[in-house]
């Protein structure tokens, strides 16, 4: 029964390219687009039609394949098809500079791509076999995250959660809400506040859209509202996801989640960072060496056909924010639950 | 030349009734409207066209003078007059909750009214005089808070605030921002950073417009970003109002102030609240006790024509939080700047 209110995939193979769902248009509209070149796709992320750090990387993987393939049946191939395998790798990873899932499953492509022209393998089907790998592990690794939080979201539990770190945002059952998800396939009673995630509210858009989808109880709150409803009690813990986690621990993840993690922690209530191992950056020491991609001011500005502040009005408008690790009680990966001090053991190579 | 600059006057008397400024028009329309009847200047407060702590309680004196003018017209007076007046007076306090100052003007005016009937004196002429004092009285007010905050706002100084508790928000120049504009009338350079405030965006729509009609540079952030900006350093202090603030310094002030006081004290940030003495309220001993307003959940839900929720999400949408004195480093009022270990004296009555 649950799965059958899932929230429909965010993401497939179309036939000459992908198929992916137009976030921007929900929660009003449920549009799917069939994205067939790499700038397609890349307009696509750059727009958030696609978000989330996972989908992200599996929907550039599998825009990349799609590409290769297309060319492919053109004769592409050797040098010639690796030369633009990278093309299309730099174009897919310019569109976001802060989550590292990008670069990591655009990484796994180009070696795949690499080691395939070496061996005299055809590329298409060889980009095509990883970018479907990279999927089908994206989906499993929400599975092992869902049980590695399980234990955080008991029945009756209230979790307070920030963007939409959910199935939307990945290609399975999401990395923040996938403890949810897997508490309530075990027939626990949960409750989720969202916070709304100003400016693209990505938390009243989608994170109460997917879970009104699965039938789970969601109050929308404002961003600005967390700390007064964290003052008043019952909420069981603060789940978020991630865009980029340094080898320290230090987490960039939506704006606002830093302001989030020190209103939770002034009122003891624990903090866990939902993300999966290609999440984790141990190249970059510590939070603040993080990029933070800054976004349009029209943003802030106007939201539809609402002007939201004076033309000409200055506007600071970072994407993200660094919480320290200082702040967060543990890392739910998928192989499995994390304290801080733990990571470094984990994550050495 | 600046107060050339300064916004137009929020309030005024008009030929029947009351002039003022439509806030829910900005920043996009200057639209005045007059109002005649105390179900007029009811709605417009409980619609917020006229907002702000201090500018209710004006708008509230001067509506009911004149609803007593013109009954004064037809014959009113005494006890029946005295009748009337006590029924517009429940009329208006029902309007919001929260502020103090709307109870403060309303009793202010009721005990003028028993006076006058007592004293067998005129009715009208009584209350429009009463309500003519406490407009005068609430831009000398600001005049006062903005000398008593002087010292905080150095030249070369960067002022957070939260909402808007500006020009708009009173008859004269502010509270929070009245030290703002006192500096810059002594020629100092100060800019200033809006939290855009949400629901309602008091701050990008009503500070970021005032404060660019004074020729002040303001930048407007999303409220979960104040966290992030405050990290960064070069902030010289936040500067808040206050809408009841408890006998212990306890302070209910827009949603959203207590999660940017926590930020603030995280970063060791001073944070001030700036109210004239009409906004504390010694009868109530702690915040705790402080009515909280609960407002409609469609203004998390819809902007403008967007749609910014699913259809049937839960909504919590209170207006105001409480803040703990323990994160206030002080109130800059109307009798000078106050420590909060010196309050109760100046409160005592």
């Known amino acids: 029964m649950f799965r059958a209110m899932m929230p429909p995939s965010t993401i497939a193979w179309s036939a000459s390219g992908i198929r992916v769902l137009d976030q921007t248009r929900l929660p009003v509209e449920e549009v799917y687009l069939d994205l067939v070149t790499v700038d397609e796709v890349a307009e696509a992320i750059r727009a958030l039609r696609v978000r989330g750090a996972p989908l992200i990387g599996v929907a550039a993987a599998m825009g990349l394949a799609a590409a290769a393939l297309r060319a492919g049946g053109q004769g592409g191939g050797g040098a010639v098809g690796l030369e633009s395998v990278r093309q299309d790798c730099a174009t897919l990873r310019a569109t976001r500079p802060t989550a590292v899932n990008l670069g990591w499953a655009l990484d796994r492509m180009l070696a795949r791509a690499e080691r395939a022209v070496a061996s005299g393998e055809a590329l298409p089907p060889a980009l095509r076999a990883e970018a479907q790998a990279i ?175 004076p033309a000409g009005a200055l506007v600071w408008n970072p994407a993200f924010d660094v919480t320290p690790v200082a702040l967060i009680t543990g890392f739910i990966t998928d192989a499995g639950l994390f304290a801080p001090d733990r990571l470094m053991e984990w994550l050495r190579p």
């Open 135 to 309: 999927w089908d592990e994206d989906r499993a690794m929400c599975d092992r995250i869902g049980e590695a939080g399980l234990a955080l979201v008991p029945d009756g539990a209230t979790i307070l959660t920030h963007c939409n770190a959910g199935a939307l945002a990945t290609s399975g059952k999401g990395t923040a809400l996938a403890p949810v998800y897997a508490a309530v396939e075990r027939g626990r009673r949960v409750s989720v506040i969202a916070d709304e995630t100003r400016p693209l509210l990505q938390g009243s858009r989608l994170t109460a859209w997917e879970l009104g989808r699965a039938g789970v109880p969601c109050t929308v709150i404002a961003d600005s509202m967390a700390a007064s409803r964290l003052s008043r009690g019952g909420i069981t813990a603060v789940l978020v996801g991630a865009d980029r986690i340094a080898a320290n621990g230090d987490t960039a993840n939506k704006i606002g989640t830093y302001g989030l993690a020190l209103a939770a922690r002034a009122h003891g209530v624990p903090l866990y960072v939902a993300a999966p191992r290609s999440t984790f950056d141990p190249s970059t020491p510590h939070g603040s060496l993080i990029p933070i991609e800054q976004r349009a001011p029209e943003e802030m500005t106007r939201l539809g056909g609402t002007v939201t502040a």
